[in-house]
């Protein structure tokens, strides 16, 4: 607040919020002098209200700053979300957490706790991490891409998902509240596009056709030149239902059956190529004897494909 001054003995200045000797910040009230404590404890809450929506407040629920008013103003909150979607300044604002919800008030006053440590009954610990029996005691808590749960001991690992954790779990109805920022899942190893035709199945090994505003992806093909040039494969699905394609690392695809030309999971240990035009999109173990080679990657199991930098061998 720009008219506020900090004050140590003295004479107060009666028109200005001030600082006492016992950290307490003292005003009128009024937007620019707000009369609030702060110091010890409380010094970790503070008060917001919660923007409506389709979800209501409930005490532990993650949120995020939603609008901050001027200083001295209160701010609006609304839950955090961390959903697979292309990185901009707004998406990264829903998935930065700065808090839990210690209580819910009237008028959808609730006060947001920052840090330290959150007390509530092991019942409302379930109610938003799905459990029974409270937190997990020693687990560490992110913001969960699910709906049925507001918080989740284990890590997002969908590809475009955001990785933010909350805290730390000290007895099952105590989290020592700590955000972390926000980490996509794999970061620069992804790729958001828009499909080109109809979707494909997630493992489909997919090429950019047009790589200028909207990157349009679909079915690689090794019989020409072009339709070869392979990027990677199709590993999830953004909020949209747009795909998501991985184009370096180890890929973790539960269900391969519907990308591969036998239609079975990956083979151990076995490279595999872009297929021909039969199978479009599709991978196979047998290399084509036209067209161009395209190795996509090296099967380390049967749902887990360590990608290679593809590198087109026209025959």
């Avoid at 910040?25 to 917001?48: E, I, K, M």
């Avoid at 790729?191 to 080109?196: E, P």
């Avoid at 030149?225 to 973790?252: E, F, H, M, S, Y």
Wanted: aromatic share 6%.
């Amino acid at each position: 607040m720009t008219d506020t001054q900090l004050r140590r003995g003295g004479v107060p200045v009666s028109d200005l919020a001030i600082v006492t000797h016992d950290d307490t910040l003292t005003g009128d009230g009024t937007t620019y002098h707000p009369l609030s404590s702060v110091g010890g404890a409380a010094s970790s809450q503070f008060v917001a209200a919660f923007r409506a929506g389709v979800v209501d407040p409930v005490p532990g629920m993650p949120v995020h700053v939603a609008f901050a008013f001027e200083p001295g103003g209160i701010t609006t909150v609304q839950q955090a979300e961390v959903g697979a979607q292309e990185p901009t300044d707004g998406v990264i604002a829903f998935a930065s957490t700065i808090g839990m919800i210690a209580s819910v008030g009237d008028a959808d006053l609730v006060t947001v706790q920052t840090s330290g440590f959150l007390t509530l009954t092991e019942d409302q610990w379930d109610a938003i991490a799905d459990s029974s029996g409270g937190l997990s005691m020693g687990s560490p808590y992110y913001v969960s891409a699910f709906d049925n749960a507001l918080i989740t001991p284990s890590r997002p690992v969908v590809p475009g998902q955001y990785m933010t954790r909350v805290g730390f779990a000290l007895s099952s109805t105590v989290m020592f509240v700590q955000p972390m920022a926000p980490s996509q899942v794999l970061g620069d190893s992804i790729l958001f596009a828009n499909w080109s035709g109809s979707p494909l199945p997630i493992g489909s090994v997919v090429y950019v056709i047009v790589a200028s505003g909207v990157n349009l992806v679909t079915a690689a093909e090794s019989d020409s030149a072009t339709t070869a040039q392979a990027i990677g494969v199709v590993v999830a699905l953004d909020i949209n239902d747009n795909p998501i394609v991985q184009v370096a690392g180890t890929t973790g695809i539960i269900d391969w059956s519907l990308a591969t030309v036998t239609g079975t999971p990956l083979s151990v240990g076995q490279a595999d190529y872009v297929a021909t035009s039969a199978n479009p999109g599709k991978l196979t173990t047998t290399a084509p004897g036209v067209g161009s080679i395209v190795q996509v990657g090296v099967a380390l199991n049967g749902s887990r494909l360590v990608l290679t930098a593809p590198f087109r061998n026209q025959l």
